[in-house]
T-cell receptor, first 110, second 115 residues
Framework: GEDVEQSLFLSVREGDSSVINCTYT??????LYWYKQEPGAGLQLLTY?????DMKQDQRLTVLLNKKDKHLSLRIADTQTGDSAIYFC??????????FGKGTRLHILP | EPEVTQTPSHQVTQMGQEVILRCVPI?????FYWYRQILGQKVEFLVS????????KSEIFDDQFSVERPDGSNFTLKIRSTKLEDSAMYFC?????????????FGEGSWLTVV
């Protein structure tokens, strides 16, 4: 069945770049997303990429998509303490359903 | 920027009670969704709704659950007789289009605690 996998934890020093990786299984995915969830808060859409693109940049965020390997990554440049959150990778399949990963908790070291 | 709003932000209810979670989707959106996240687990799809009917539902969405669009703006999720395992964050979402569309926008969630 469809699945989205991502590592559960990532620790990064403030000012360094964070790279959060994700793999997915459904080759018919139309859109791939990164959502951010801060403690006690809802899901905030950070960025998305259409499946026929391989890169998208939005300020400090860079999304890379390798469709052949079904691998998606989110790079956050110059990581700040405010970036501390859980980052969810998600895919939107042809049935219009969003399948989420378990989320990667990003911890910022001083 | 337009947003999906949900009420209540947090509700505590006794087991067996009925709960209604409310959502106001983005005004020109046509597709509506409910997802839930049990603490520490994945965000899971519950149901999608289009043209005043359910278009798809997951195995979680059993007879205890129902959805309704009672007027032109609200979209509700009702849990008829809550169980302890219904405790979760419930997210409403909406999108302008279905599979041909771009993004799905989520609300901030409603925390449901069943005691």
């Amino acid at each position: 069945g469809e699945d989205v996998e991502q590592s559960l934890f990532l620790s990064v020093r403030e000012g360094d770049s964070s790279v959060i990786n994700c793999t997915y299984t459904d080759s018919s995915s139309t859109y791939l997303y990164w959502y951010k969830q801060e403690p006690g808060a809802g899901l905030q859409l950070l960025t998305y990429i259409f499946s026929n693109m391989d890169m998208k940049q939005d300020q400090r965020l860079t999304v890379l998509l390798n469709k052949k390997d079904k691998h998606l990554s989110l790079r956050i440049a110059d990581t700040q303490t405010g970036d501390s959150a859980i980052y969810f990778c998600a895919e939107r399949n042809r049935d219009d359903k969003i399948i989420f990963g378990k989320g990667t908790r990003l911890h910022i070291l001083p | 920027e337009p947003e999906v709003t949900q009420t209540p932000s947090h509700q505590v209810t006794q087991m067996g009670q009925e709960v209604i979670l409310r959502c106001v989707p983005i005004s020109n959106h046509l597709y509506f969704y409910w997802y839930r996240q049990i603490l520490g687990q994945k965000v899971e799809f519950l149901v999608s709704f289009y043209n005043n009917e359910i278009s798809e539902k997951s195995e979680i969405f059993d007879d205890q659950f129902s959805v309704e669009r009672p007027d032109g703006s609200n979209f509700t999720l009702k849990i008829r007789s809550t169980k302890l395992e219904d405790s979760a964050m419930y997210f409403c979402a909406s999108s302008a289009q279905g599979t041909a569309g771009n993004t799905i926008y989520f609300g901030e969630g409603s925390w449901l605690t069943v005691v």
